[in-house]
Each structure stands twice: as structure tokens, then as C-alpha cells.
């Protein structure tokens, strides 16, 4: 198994071991390659020049996979995360043109010595791992502070660099005496810092992403400074020759490296753009900066005179600290000129954060731990009627309603608690005005996890309170609507059985005036309140929305009549002026009497919060090729700056639980899908609304069937559960020479259709068992042809049936007098005279 393909398996299941399989690939393949180098080091042995090949080839081969390792991972990373690991490129590539150069002069030459320059690259290139530290990777990805830190990390290098040359390679030009001992000790000495510090890595970022990597990379450092010592010693008494064990001291290493980079984890997709923690403050810059640049000449000229008093080393030295200084105090430069771009954008960045947080309508506070206001932009100020100034003096989250004191204290404990708290406050105004705003408020931490400041995002959510309250109002009035309904066909039941009563009593005492008179009373009201209840019923009852040609002058009335006595109650004259001419429109009848409605029930406010009486006009008129509804009132009128928006949803004057503010927008919305208009017109007096629609050409005129005597019934059946009304239908029908049959349910009713032989089957549409429907659809298929016909009863008219029973069943709708009784019958079935 190749190396690259075994740091690029996906992780798999553990062994019995507990290491997972690619780990376990990983180390087999390094344990593989020391033993493998031992084995062909022994066999070489012999053959001085195919050691000297073989082994600083192998040598070579472990730093370049750390090259080839990161490079392929390379676009995984962004920002300090890649430099990063730049570094350890860098440094590998470094180090591998000083070994070439060992290499070199070891197989064409004598035995090179250790005091030469290509010493100075393989020591600066084993110094990169130190390096990388700067870039701080665990941190995130920093793009913007990738710049400065790389500028950093070359001014560590040139340090290192210096140093390396200053005590290594002047001394080999100049053929000073340097003892190799002592750079055997330097090197080792850098080995344990480094070391150091790969451990402390380790240790700071063991419950970060990046503690595995670090882990790998100390342990790496920490074999390698130790087999490091018997290389040095190896080397000090002559011992050391390449393709031994001694060349584990930076194999192993090499290979740890190239582990870690296979599996450090990647950059985030999207770049971390918060490099506040990498800003450092003024001081802190200065001594990580300028610390090379301070130590270069304190090096070189402090040391001068203790390492050799050779005047050529000398000489060498003090250009080399010349050198290195102006160089230190370049990148010193350029270190001040990416930290001037940064500030630069970072400027920008907070100049662009300002003017978004002051244009925003979000309400932002910011607050400081003591909760002492810092920050209010102009939205906050406004909404609350403070400027900054007054706000400073505030502690957050004031100013709150007085109710709300409690908040003081339990926001700043969530906040320190759980970073975060959402809910609603009640905000208090300067006036003492109240309003509601959704809030969410973060705390700001800094690197030791103390909290710093608190920042509030607030939303004044009034409005969409105002609105929630509306469509809930709104689902109450669809609620007592449905109410209404089923009510209002309950009322008809007991209101059917007074009207028949009252139509009996008044056959049975036609002589008798004063009686007749009361009874006339009670009649006149019972059907008043008959059709009131209708009304209401065609009202609330939504059908399906088929437009149908109608008299507009009808389903005016119609829906004046609901208000009507309402209205005298509240001391408001109501005044119909109807046309005399039909007026045909193709509407909607419910959606088209609930626009009047909504007109009715507006002016009757408008008067009601003026002067509590006055009177209301309905007129309609027919003008051009449109039908013309005019609503006029006397009332306060509608203010000039208000007319523009009285059609918008939700807006209304009214207070809350008064209106919706859907009135009439909806009735506008209505008039429009009709093909109309609803408008405001002049009036001298109070307000006047206008509602246009297109006219229709003609109203149909209804079939009227005349049936024969011969085909006229004599016998009828009655079929309703409510025991008064099947009575009361009874005796009407008795009284007209009609042979009559009750039944109270359908199986009943079956069987006396198949026994009695009706003509005619006058049944209630609503009953437990099924009702007139089922009933006549199984009369219809037991007798086909010769089935009787049918006439339904019903308290809700509005109530949808089939189209079968639609097209072939007449229908008499609760509460009826004997006079529609006949009516129907005249048509459906001749009296037959005894």
C-alpha cells in the first residue's frame, strides 16, 4: 500500500485493537520503512557509494512526502491554516538543498564537514515546525491576518537564518575554530525547544479540531529530539555514517509530519471574517514584530567580541549583521504596511457596519457588562424617544415598563448562562408610552471567556400584535357566524309550527274579529321573524361562488331589512330608494349583500361616534351600461389625508376589538372581481359610498308548470322527525281535500310509499336518519317513472344539494304560511275539489 493512498483512506471501522484501519495502514507503512532502511543499510554495508546513495536518498524521499502531502492537501486549507503548512513546506524544501549539498560533497569529495553552508540550510529548514507555530492555526483561518503573520514568520526565519550563519557558516569560510561540539549542542538545545513548544501546542489545543494534529506533530518532535542525541554523540566521536539508525533522528520526524498534514482537519467553507483576536494591541505588536529586528544587532554585535578573535570572522560578521538588520527592518516595514491594509479594512468594514446598523429599522443596542449603554443607533433612539447621551445613563435592558423592572436582572444571568436570550419586553417611551419589541440579545465574550458587551436586536412588533388580534377577531366573527347558522335553522322549527298554528287558528275563528285581529299579530311577527332569520342564513351561509343573474333593488333590501330594526334601536332612520325597474346584475348574491353589509355597518358607526342618531340612504339607480348602489350617511365623513388609504387592508380608526380594518378592503376586492368599482363620492354631508357593477341584460323568467287534473295527487305523504310541523302540514293539507300520510323517518316513509301510493311526498331535507335526499333517491330508484313527486322543506335555503335533486324537486322554505303552501301546490299539485 502506497503512502499517499493510506492518509487519504476515509476512516473506517476499529479493529479488535481499537486502532482505526487507516491509522493502522499509516503505521504500518512507516514502522515498514525504518525497517526496510535498516535492512537495505545492512545489506549496502559494504558498498560505501550505494550506502551513501541509497541512504541519503531515503532521507531525502521522508521530507519530500511531507512536500507532496501538503501540497495535495493544500486547497483544503485557506488563510493562516495554509500558511500554516506552507511553512512546513517551505522548511522541508529548505532543509532537503542542504542535504543534497551534504550529499554531494560527501560522494564526489571527502568527507564533508559539518561546519559548512549547506549546514545553515538544513538547520534553518529543520527551524520551520518552530516557525509554523506563529501562524497560530487552531485560531481559524484568518484571511485577513494571513499577511501580516506571514510577514512574521519570515522575519523568525531571517532571525534564524542569522543565527545559523553568524556561528556556523562564518567559522567554516573563514576556517575559524569552531568546535563541532558546540553546534551539536545548539542543535540539540533547538530540538528540546522545539520540542517545547510542539507539546505546549498540544496541550493548549487538546479540545480543539486541531489537537490531533498538534498531537502527532509532538510526538514526531519529542522521538526525534531524543534520537537526536545519539545522533549527535554518534557524530562527536566519528561513529556516524549514513544508512544507519542514527538517520531515524529526522526520518521519524518527517514522517509524523507528513501523518499530521494528512489529517488535519480542513478550512471552513466559508472564511472566518472576525480576526479580532489576532488583532493584538500596540505593545504586544511592537514586541512580536520588531523582536527580530531588535535581536539581529543584539546578537551580532554583543557576541562579536566572545566567539572568535579572528579580524576576517569579525569583519564577516559584522556585514552579516549589517545584512540581516536591514533586511529585519524591511520586513519590519512591510509587516507595518499589511497591518496599515488591515486597519484600512478594517476601518471600512466597520464604516460599512455602522451605516447598515444606523439605515437599518431594527432597533440595535450595544452594552457594556456593567450594562451601561455604549451604543444606540437611530432606530432604537427614535422608537424610544432618547438620545445617546440620556440612554448612557440607563443601564441595560432599560428603559423597560415598570412591570417589567424583574428583566434587569434575568436577562444578564441567561446571558451569562447560555450566551443568548430571546423573548419579548415592553419598551418604555419617553411620553410613558408603551410598546411591544421582539428581542434577541447575544453576549460578547474575549479570549479569557469573560463577557464584554451585550448586543440587543430588537423588533417593535406592534403592528403585527394589532394584526395577530384582527385575524384572530376575525376568526371569532367566522366562528359566531357559523353559530348564527346553525341557530337560525333551529329558531325556524318552533317559528314553522307558530305560523301554522296561527294560519289554523285563524281558519277556526273567522268570525270572530278580536281574535282574529291578535292572531293577525302574532302571524305578521312570526313571519317577521321568519325572514329575518333567513336573511341571516343567506348571509352567513357561504355557498359555492357561481354568479347567477339577480335584481340588485332585491338583494338591497334584502340586506337592509337585516339592519333595519337594529338601526331604529339606535335612533338612525334607514331610507331605501329603490328604482322601480329591475336592475339584473350576473354576482355572487352572498359576496355582493355582504359589500352593502359592510357599507351599512360602517355608516351606522360613523354616526353612532358623531352625534348617535342620524340617517342612512340606500339608493340605487341605473346609469349607462352599469348599476349604481349609493350608501350615504350623515355622519363625520371620511378626512381628506385618510381617503387614500381607507381601502387598504387593516386600516382602521376604530380601537382595538372594534374592527378588523378588512371591511372594505375585502368589499373593494369584491366589487373589482365583479368587473365594478367601490369608490368615495362628494357629499355636502357625512360620507357616500358608491358601488358599480356591470349590467346584465335580462333576469331569467322561471318555467311555471302546469300539470293536468288528471295528474294532479290526492294523496300526500308528510315526512319530517318534528312532531308540531308534521302535524301542522297534516291538517293544512286535510283541509284542501288532500288524503294524507305521516311518517317520522325514511325506512317509515318507504314503506308507506309502497303501501299509501302518494302522489306527492312533501319531506324535511334534514333528518337523523338521511333526510329528504336519501329518501328521494330510493323512491326514484324503487319506481322510476311512475315515483311521486317531491316537495322538500327546510330551514337553511342556503344549503347546497345536488344537482340531481336541484333540477327535479321544488322546495318551501321555513317558517311558511299557508298562503306559500298554496302557491307551491298550484303549481306542483291542483287543489281537487271534494
Known sequence: MGWSSTFWRPPEPCYSDGLPAHILGQLTFGVGYLILYLLAGAALDRN????????????????????????RRRRHWAGCQRLFWDTFAAGMAIWILGHIGWSYAEVVGPRP?????????????????????????????????????GVDVASYGLLTGFVYAYFVLIPDVTNGAVATGALLTSVQVFRFVLMGGMCTAALVTRKTAWGPTYRRLAIGVTIGAVLRMATSSAIADGRYHVGTFYDFAWIVPYLFYAWAASEAPASPDVAETDDAEDR?????????????????????YAAAPLVSADPEAASFRALLTGMATVGGLGLLTLRLLVQRGQLKRA????????????????????????????????????????????????????????????????????????????????????DGSTFASSCTVVALRNGDGAITHFVAVERDVTEELRLRDQ????????????????????????????????????????????????????????????????????????????????????????????????????????????????????????????????????????????????????????????????????GPGIRPELKGRIFEPFFTTKEMGEGTGLGLSISHGIAASHGGSLETCDSAIGACFRLTLPAHQSLPVPPVRTPTASTAPT??????????????????????????????????????????????????VRMPDGGGVALHRRVRAAYAESSPGFIFITGDMGAMLPLEEAAHVAMLAKPFTASDLDALLVQIAPVRAR
Open 280 to 300: 493584538p494591541s500596540g505593545l504586544t505588536f511592537a514586541m512580536l514584530s520588531a523582536m527580530p529586528v531588535l535581536l539581529i544587532p543584539a546578537i551580532g
Open 347 to 430: 476601518d471600512a468594514w466597520a464604516r460599512l457596519l455602522v451605516a447598515a446598523t444606523e439605515q437599518t429599522g431594527d432597533l440595535i443596542v450595544i452594552a457594556r457588562a456593567d450594562g451601561s449603554v455604549e451604543y444606540a443607533n437611530d432606530a432604537f433612539q427614535r422608537a424610544v424617544g432618547f438620545n445617546r447621551r440620556e440612554l448612557s445613563s440607563l443601564k441595560f435592558p432599560q428603559p423597560l415598563e415598570t412591570p417589567l423592572v424583574t428583566f434587569l436582572d434575568h436577562i444578564p444571568s441567561e446571558l451569562r448562562n447560555h450566551g443568548v436570550w430571546r423573548g419579548t419586553l415592553r419598551r418604555r417611551r419617553r
Open 48 to 71: 560505501g557509494l550505494a550506502l551513501s546513495l541509497f541512504g541519503n536518498a531515503a532521507v531525502v524521499c521522508s521530507a519530500a512526502l511531507v512536500i507532496l502531502t501538503i501540497n
Open 113 to 149: 564537514g559539518w561546519l559548512a553552508w549547506h549546514t545553515v540550510f538544513s538547520l534553518s529548514g529543520g527551524a520551520a515546525p518552530l516557525l509554523a507555530l506563529v501562524a497560530r492555526p487552531q485560531r481559524g483561518v484568518r484571511q485577513h491576518a494571513t499577511g501580516a503573520v
Open 471 to 634: 385575524l384572530v377577531h376575525s376568526e371569532r366573527l367566522s366562528a359566531v357566524g357559523e353559530l348564527v347558522a346553525g341557530v337560525a335553522h333551529e329558531i325556524n322549527n318552533p317559528l314553522q309550527a307558530i305560523v301554522g298554528c296561527v294560519e289554523l287558528l285563524l281558519d277556526d275563528h273567522a268570525d270572530r274579529a278580536l281574535m282574529r285581529r291578535d292572531l293577525e299579530i302574532v302571524r305578521r311577527e312570526a313571519g317577521r321573524a321568519g325572514h329575518i332569520v333567513r336573511n341571516l342564513l343567506s348571509f352567513v351561509r357561504r355557498t359555492a361562488p357561481d354568479r347567477v343573474p339577480a335584481d340588485l333593488n332585491y338583494l338591497v333590501k334584502q340586506t337592509a331589512e337585516l339592519r333595519e330594526y337594529h338601526l331604529h334601536q339606535q335612533n338612525i332612520n334607514l331610507l331605501v330608494q329603490c328604482t322601480s325597474e329591475t336592475l339584473p346584475v350576473l354576482v355572487d348574491r352572498e359576496e355582493i349583500q355582504q359589500v352593502v353589509l359592510n357599507l351599512l355597518l360602517n355608516a351606522e358607526q360613523a354616526i353612532e361616534s358623531f352625534s348617535g342618531h342620524g340617517t342612512i340612504i340606500i339608493r340605487t339607480m341605473h346609469l349607462a351600461d352599469r348599476q349604481i348602489v349609493d350608501v350615504l350617511d350623515d
Open 715 to 764: 294523496r300526500v305523504l308528510v315526512v319530517d322527525d318534528e312532531e308540531p310541523i308534521r302535524r301542522l302540514l297534516g291538517r293544512l293539507l286535510a283541509r284542501r281535500g288532500y288524503e294524507v300520510a305521516e311518517a317520522t323517518t325514511v325506512e317509515e316513509a318507504l314503506a308507506l310509499v309502497a303501501s299509501f301510493r302518494p302522489g306527492l311526498v312533501i319531506c324535511d
